[in-house]
């Protein structure tokens, strides 16, 4: 035993011996390389020749290591500083291993950052783990531990962040059962594809297409004998409306008649010198005098008649005579004023009535100047108003102003919109929107669907039977009941449609200061 022991040791002895003896040849090697420029040979060779031989051949070579050693020794008697051993050499980097390691790991390499790496199949496993705890480390978040979900996307936790968010964003909302939305009753389904234009909105009042107005007045002065018309009604044109009893009106007839009659025997003369003028009895230039009597007399009637029409009376047929006119509309329409009262005197061109076309209105827009350049003449337009919801008139642009009021800084401009049922009168107030440009792809929801807050669109995304999420939206025009949304919502994606009010109030009381922040 005690020999095998001894033996052991004596093997350990030889093998450190050799190390040593590697180390200072290698440093010897880099002196003699340096003073003569040229780069150390690599030290691998040398070392593994001394791990190779191992223990059997370490009696055989002690005695050339010990003369070796000795030679390096004198020679750094003789005068020969040894220099110090490069500061990048370490044990590693020769074929001692360290105790207990087996022979065959004992090499290794120093990573960028110092530290070692394994070489062979173990090396590269450790490796793989460590970048995998790294990237776990880097991609860690933070839950929610009441609604396990990430504490920067809670809803709940955080409400306020909603005035950060930009359409698409959101934060999630967890409800406080699974089945809380479905037994409250929450409608739940995918937009709708659809189209939205482009365009800018502006306030809009209804008037008169004054195209299609007329103001019917007396054209004489006088006194209103008979209203034959009241307001609402349906009136075409050349309807009498009132009578008015004028003196100018009789003194117009007296004309008439007057002339009527000197035409008459004028007429007589003109036919008794011509037959005489025929039997050479009279002469040529009676006859001429006779014949210019006549066209005067008959231009003395035209004019009479002219006049009569004038004010309104029809001197052709019905009753001759007397004081009394008719007034009557020039255009079909709808009555919609009315000033005419049995007994009132009239001046010549008061309005007794005002007859409208209501098959089409006019919208006056305010137009800001900073906006002008949104309108264009021939633009399409949909106008929309209170007390008419779901329905969008459509119409066109036909006039902007071509100066700016100097009070608003705004500019005026019209537009003619159809007016189907009479439903629009005029002076309502509303929103038009002018559209110019190519339409848009939106998804068009419920108007009940969305949710306002601080005064940003909204809308609840399910993402689990108990996880939703409150998402901010760009909307585009509404109509009929429906909303287009331009951006932030998917088409597969569900939102609730209906009764949403489970979901919103638990957003509502995380907002109120009831959230997980107050525990």
Known sequence: MKSKWLLRRINTAVLGLGCVLAAIILASTFVDASRKGEAPAEPVEAANHVHEEGPQAAAANADESAGAEEHVVAKGQQGHELPDPPKSLTPADTCCPAPGAAPGLAK?????????????????????????????????????????????????????????LRPGEGLKIR?????????????????????????????????????????????????????????????????????????????????????EAEEALAREIHAREKMLWEKEVSSTQEYRTAEAALRQARIRTQLAGEQLNNLGVQAEGGARGGSSITVTTPLAGTIVDRHAVVGETVERGDALFTVADLSGMWLELTVPVAAVAAVHTGDAVEARFQGLEGMVLEGTVEWIDAKVDPDSR????????????????????????????????????????????????????????????????????????????????????????????????EFLKSRLGAGCTDE
């Not at 990237?135 to 990430?150: F, I, K, Q, R």
């Not at 705004?410 to 009479?422: D, F, I, K, L």
């Open 108 to 164: 290794t390499a120093t990573g960028a950052e110092g530290a070692p790496e394994v070489e062979g199949h173990e090396g590269v496993e450790m490796h793989e783990r460590a970048e995998e705890h790294e990237a776990a480390e880097e991609h860690e978040v933070e839950l929610c531990g009441e609604h396990n979900v990430a504490e920067a996307e809670c809803g709940i936790c955080n409400p306020a962040a909603t005035a950060a």
């Open 410 to 505: 705004t500019v005026r401009a019209r537009a003619s919109v159809a007016n189907p049922a009479a439903v629009l009168k005029d002076g309502m107030v509303g929103k038009v929107r002018v559209q110019h440009g190519a339409a848009l792809s939106a998804l068009h929801v419920p108007a009940e669907s969305i949710q306002e807050f601080d005064g940003k669109p909204y809308v609840f995304v399910k993402l689990a039977a108990d996880l939703y999420e409150v998402r901010q939206v760009a909307l585009g025009q509404a109509r009929e009941g429906r909303v287009a949304v331009v951006e932030g919502l998917a088409p597969e994606e569900d939102i609730v449609l209906a009764r949403s009010f489970t979901v919103k109030s």
């Open 175 to 259: 409800l406080a059962a699974e089945h809380a939305a479905e037994r409250a009753g929450v409608e739940v389904g995918p937009p709708s594809a659809g189209a939205a234009a482009e365009g800018a909105e502006f306030l809009a009042r209804v008037t008169y297409n004054q195209n299609r107005v007329a103001h019917v007045t007396p054209r004489v002065s006088g006194v209103v004998d008979e209203v034959l018309a009241d307001l609402g009604a349906e009136v075409g044109a050349g309807t009498p409306l009132a009578r008015v009893s004028a003196p100018e009106a009789a003194q117009a007839w007296g004309e008439l008649q007057s002339a």
